[in-house]
């Protein structure tokens, strides 16, 4: 008689998305909110609140407050159209929370998202070269030609990495269709400081999924590392305003996930930080989250092995069919993650 119950194969794929989270980086809180969307939505608020307290746990406590679960909802998750919100019952109004595609559109979607980004980004770079002879410096400003080539870079890496995602789901021909906002461009009806190009560009990348995803934060600081390549705290103070704290984590996540390297330090003791190739370091960061994913695996093809020997009673067909998809969706995810490492060797 087999003994996996649906609700042990739930716990097997919320710590799958957990742990695939955690190794891209994400915050711990994102991660378990995104995981608990993914399995149980649509989904309440609260009863996102009564969920986490069977599977978060930090310190001393369980769960996640109902006020921290409705700032990353309306922040993070709806900002960056990952769910949509739906209303349930009129009064008093009710609303529940899902993924904003079908799990099985998931992996098409992020693809077309990531290629719609990459070609608005471009576009963006395009009109800031195109209206260089409106922009301003002075002594204290970024340096227009070190701006210039930086984005450069930039636009080769983005070129590269729309090349590589392009079609390579074998025999699917990917939509050109816009599925996301069209991305706010700066306005260059007046003269303009290089720095305020420099800013409101970085505002942009921070918001896209490209970037986006980490935190408000910390894709700043990773933004403004693509602009100016080398930075010290005291720098990346002064350009965000984060508080030292703030920008000391942003630092650390960043070493940790390879985008920089400490560039040198000063008698003083004050470290410089780099990324000196733009493409090399976010392919190597991609390199080394496809490889991390790939070790997970078996943990996939064991839940889709209790799946294939549950007992299937009547009632727990709907749930067992969610669960398959949501499985069969992180094995396709899997295969196509080891055609984009093949050609991202490629290089």
Do not use: C, W
Not at 259 to 267: D, L, M, V
Request: positive net charge; proline residues 3%.
């Amino acid at each position: 008689m087999n003994n996996v119950s649906a609700e042990m194969i739930e716990s097997d794929i919320i710590k799958y998305i957990v742990d695939t989270g955690k190794i891209r980086g994400r915050p711990d809180v994102i991660v378990h909110l995104f995981a608990y969307i993914v399995v149980f939505g649509p989904i309440s608020q609260q009863e996102l609140v009564s969920i986490s307290k069977k599977y978060y746990f930090k310190k001393n406590r369980s769960g996640i407050s109902s006020g921290t679960i409705s700032k990353y909802l309306n922040n993070y998750f709806l900002t960056n159209k990952i769910v949509e919100k739906i209303r349930v019952q009129n009064k008093p109004p009710a609303y529940k929370y899902r993924l904003k595609f079908p799990v099985n559109e998931y992996i098409t979607q992020i693809q077309i998202i990531l290629q719609t980004e990459v070609d608005e980004i471009n576009s963006i770079i395009d009109d800031i070269f195109n209206n260089n002879e409106k922009f301003s410096s002075n002594p204290v400003s970024i340096e227009k030609q070190k701006f210039f080539q930086r984005l450069n870079e930039f636009k080769a890496f983005l070129n590269v990495l729309r090349h590589k995602i392009k079609n390579y789901r074998h025999g699917y021909e990917i939509s050109k269709t816009p599925i996301i906002n069209q991305i706010l461009k700066p306005s260059f009806n007046k003269k303009v400081e290089i720095d305020s190009i420099e800013h409101a560009f970085i505002d942009i990348l921070s918001t896209t999924f490209l970037l986006g995803l980490y935190s408000e934060y910390y894709s700043k600081i990773l933004g403004y590392f693509i602009t100016r390549k080398t930075l010290t705290q005291r720098k990346l103070r002064q350009l965000t305003g984060f508080s030292l704290g703030t920008i000391s984590e942003g630092l650390n996540l960043l070493l940790q996930l390879n985008f920089i390297t400490i560039e040198s330090t000063g008698k003083k003791g004050k470290i410089s930080y780099s990324m000196n190739s733009i493409e090399d370091a976010f392919f190597k960061k991609i390199g080394q989250y496809l490889s991390q994913i790939d070790q997970l695996h078996p943990i996939l093809l064991n839940i889709q092995e209790n799946l294939n020997n549950m007992e299937k009673s009547v009632e727990n067909q709907e749930k067992l069919h969610k669960l398959r998809e949501i499985n069969e969706m992180y094995l396709e995810s899997h295969v196509l993650n080891k055609i984009f490492f093949k050609k991202l060797k490629e290089r």
